[in-house]
């Protein structure tokens, strides 16, 4: 939708553009795309797109930050050599959504000064490479990871995210976020499974975001 020009919400978070010219057409767009993918694809998840694409199921998707380990893994990938990531493709804006980590300390904690030294610990270059390498695979908290070559070199898909970085997307910070995905992709599956239309599908969503807002 971001690449299309569109948006979520509002710059204020109170109304949804999920109606918009551009909304629909990128629905629109999708479920073209639809027409050329693997069975299931409406319903998998993030690991199981990784893991199909390890094993040359398919040949190309979207892949979240947190997969891209896997599929630099010999015994989860079958195509470690043979593989390549790019920037996902945009039609007038350019954009990508980046999955991080990230640590802050409450108002009300009543050891602050605790809390601190931990969130330093977990910050440190050494750690913080270790949660790429060792834990999740996602993105590192550090501009200076991004650009260690070693780093690069044992998962290749951190220099494109390096790349990307400046151009991510965030997500609107509005304590509802996690119903209102629920409803985008609700909306999204009834249009590529036949059920509604982009344009009506889109008019829903919208109805259905607003009054969660």
């Known amino acids: 939708l ?3 020009g569109g948006a979520l ?7 949804c553009l999920l109606d918009s010219p551009e909304a629909i057409e990128t629905l629109e767009f ?24 390890g094993q040359g199921v398919i040949a190309t998707d979207i892949i979240i930050n947190s997969q891209a380990s896997n599929l630099y893994n010999p015994e989860k990938s079958n195509f470690v050599d043979e593989l390549l990531f790019a920037p996902i493709p945009y039609k007038k804006n350019h954009g990508s959504i980046s999955n991080t980590w990230g640590g802050a300390i409450m108002s009300n904690s009543k050891n ?21 390498t060792d834990v999740s695979g996602t ?6 990871l991004l650009e260690d070559q070693a780093l690069i070199a044992e ?10 970085i400046d151009a991510c997307v965030s997500k609107p910070k509005v304590d509802t976020m996690a119903a209102i ?22 008019k829903d969503a919208k109805a259905l975001v607003e009054a969660e807002l």
């Open 2 to 4: 971001c690449t299309n």
């Open 9 to 15: 919400l509002s710059e204020d978070n109170k109304t």
């Open 30 to 53: 999708i479920m073209e795309l639809h027409k050329y993918a693997a069975p299931g694809s409406v319903s998998r998840h993030w690991d199981e797109s990784g893991a199909i694409l």
């Open 112 to 132: 602050k000064e605790a809390a601190f030294i931990a969130l330093q610990y977990l910050t440190m270059p050494d750690l913080s490479k270790s949660m790429v």
């Open 139 to 144: 993105t590192p908290v550090r501009m200076s």
């Open 155 to 164: 998962i290749p898909a951190l220099k494109v995210e390096a790349e990307v």
């Open 181 to 202: 995905t629920t409803i985008v992709a609700s909306e999204i599956q009834n249009a590529i499974n036949g059920v509604k239309t982009a344009e009506q599908a889109m």
